[in-house]
């Protein structure tokens, strides 16, 4: 299982800016996947997930300015980012929960990276002020 993200770069603040992690070795529609960042000197942190069946999760910090979404046909998920800040600065990470069609867990389960089996190499994104 191969999970590769790009997309990321500079962007001004206010600016938009979408993310793709195109996945093989598994098809996106049957498992459930996250978006993750990193800032410097920072812990991994959560950033949007969604699952099999569509429900999707996100950070309050980014709740209304983060899309995530996925396209089954090209295996791909993605993160429409738009007002962005400063402060979401950080590399940006797709992640994969290698649960078959998993029905289970909450929010705080899709969460924590604990949850998550595969990881992107991930992509920097970059806002300036």
């Known amino acids: 299982v191969q999970l590769q993200a790009s997309g990321g770069g500079l962007v001004q603040a206010g600016g938009s800016l979408g993310l793709s992690c195109v996945v093989s070795?598994?098809?996106?529609?049957?498992?459930?996947m996250g978006w993750f960042r990193q800032a410097s000197g920072t812990e991994r942190e959560f950033v949007a997930a969604i699952r099999p069946g569509g429900r999707t999760y996100y950070a309050d910090s980014i709740k209304g300015r983060f899309t995530i979404s996925r396209d089954n046909a090209r295996d791909t998920v993605y993160l429409q980012m738009g007002s962005l800040k400063p402060e979401d600065t950080a590399v940006y990470y797709c992640a994969l929960d290698n649960l078959f069609r998993s029905a289970i867990g909450d929010s705080n389960y899709y969460a924590d990276r604990r949850t998550y089996d595969y990881w992107g190499q991930g992509t920097l994104v970059t806002v300036s002020s």
């Open positions: 070795g598994r098809s996106v529609a049957n498992y459930a």
